[in-house]
C-alpha cells in the first residue's frame, strides 16, 4: 500500500510538472507562397487576368460568373506547440509540431479582364481561418482608383 501512494504521489507531481507550450516564431516555410513583392506588382487597371495565371497559375478558387475574384491559399508556419510530460516509471512524452495558418489572396478583375482591387490576408497568428473575412471583402464594391 505504501508503495502505491509513493507512485500516485510521483505521477501527482510529474502531471503538475508536465505543460503545454506555444512557440511563436516569425512566418517562414510553406509550399505556393505568394511574396509581397509579387503582390506589390498587381497593379489595378493595368495587369491583367493572363499575367496573373502567368504569375500564379490557376487559383484554388474562381468565383462568380466570369470569374470576376481569384482566390489563391498557402500556409505559412507561425510557431510549434508542444506537451511535455517528465518522464515518469514507464512513461514520459514529448509531442508538438507546426502552427500553421492560412494565408489568401483575393483578386476582383474588371469585365475587361484586368486587376479591379486585390486583397491578401497573411495573420501572424490565428487559430480561426481568415477566409469569412476575405469573403467579406469580395461583397463590398471596390472601385478603380482615378488617376
Known sequence: MVMFGGMALLALTGLGLSGCMIIPTPSHGGVGVITKETIESFEPG??????????????????????????????????????????????????????????????????????????????????????PKLEEWMAEEGELPHP
Open 46 to 131: 493595368k495587369t491583367t487576368r493572363a499575367d496573373v495565371l502567368l504569375r500564379l497559375g490557376a487559383p484554388a478558387k474562381r468565383l462568380e460568373k466570369e470569374d470576376r475574384f481569384f482566390v489563391y491559399q498557402w500556409m505559412r508556419t507561425n510557431g510549434y506547440w508542444g506537451i511535455f510530460l517528465p518522464p515518469l516509471p514507464g512513461a514520459g512524452a514529448v509531442d508538438g509540431g507546426p502552427i500553421r495558418n492560412s494565408c489568401y489572396l483575393g483578386l476582383e478583375f474588371t469585365p475587361d479582364n484586368r486587376v479591379k482591387r486585390a486583397k491578401v490576408l497573411d495573420p501572424w497568428f490565428s487559430f480561426f481561418d481568415p477566409y
